[in-house]
């Protein structure tokens, strides 16, 4: 619920609370945290979408550009995630929280 909260108010973000709370609460190993977050995630986003579509202006012409661009990266994100090791991915996952919380703070 927190996470959909968030997916619905910042357009994303849920991912950011599902990967660690799947691994610390759940005990779920890092590589199957980032897998299922990306499946729960695509059923939030699509419920923001129609509630976005009710009150804000969309471009459609950008939602195609960066929807083609994020569909090609997530195939081959998706492709990597196996060869990586479990070690290393949760701490590129980290260093992108801590990139995106800078990012955020300046």
Do not use: C
């Not at 990306?38 to 969309?58: E, H, M, Q």
Request: hydrophobic share 55%; net charge positive; charged share 15%.
């Amino acid at each position: 619920m927190i996470a959909g909260f968030f997916n619905g108010l910042f357009g994303s973000g849920g991912g950011s609370i599902l990967v660690p709370s799947l691994e610390r609460f759940l005990k779920m190993e890092e590589h199957k945290a980032h897998s299922t977050t990306i499946a729960i995630i695509l059923p939030l986003s699509i419920v923001s979408i129609f509630i976005y579509f009710n009150g804000i202006d969309i471009d459609i012409k950008q939602v195609i550009v960066v929807s083609l661009g994020g569909i090609l990266g997530g195939f081959i994100g998706a492709k990597y995630l196996k060869k990586i090791p479990a070690k290393w991915l949760h701490k590129i996952f980290g260093i992108f929280m801590l990139l995106g919380a800078w990012r955020l703070i300046l």
